[in-house]
């Protein structure tokens, strides 16, 4: 005789959160400007605003970024994205190694990207296919702006 079965469901969802810059090795550590991971504009004191790298920046040391592109010289769009509709894009300061802030995933058809309150010292723009490969490269100009054309 066999003894009553026992049945075991596992419920299993998901959870919905806003999307958060995601880290890769070297990822920022808050420098000596920095008080500290996870800050919040009022907790950086008068005159300091926390930047997307969660260190505390004064005001004037942060700037809004933004980064446009094409494919192959055409406007951003379901066709012309075809080769590559999820995009990786990452802000990287260009005088040290390994500091950058990515950003995953990009739909490709926006053809824009904007990040606000970014340090001053990420002047680059690194932009590639989500799957992988070698991204395309942009400096950050005077007025904030990087232009990009992708290759895919």
Not at 31 to 36: A, N, V
Not at 67 to 89: F, K, N
Request: charged letters at 15%.
């Amino acid at each position: 005789m066999r003894g009553p079965a026992l049945l075991v469901v596992f419920v299993v969802g998901c959870i919905a959160r806003p999307e958060q810059p995601w880290e890769l090795p070297g990822d920022p550590v808050p420098g000596p400007m920095g008080e500290g991971p996870g800050c919040t504009d009022s907790s950086c004191g008068t005159g300091k605003v926390c930047a997307r790298n969660r260190a505390c920046y004064p005001a004037d040391q942060v700037r809004t970024v933004h980064a446009d592109w094409t494919v192959r010289g055409m406007p951003a769009s379901t066709t012309s994205c075809a080769g590559a509709p999820d995009l990786v894009i990452a802000f990287v300061q260009s005088a040290s190694q390994g500091l950058r802030l990515s950003y995953a995933p990009v739909p490709c058809v926006e053809g824009k990207f904007t990040i606000d309150k970014l340090p001053m010292p990420y002047d680059r723009v690194e932009l590639g296919r989500a799957s992988g490969g070698a991204p395309q490269v942009a400096p950050v100009d005077a007025t904030g702006a990087a232009v990009l054309d992708l290759p895919y």
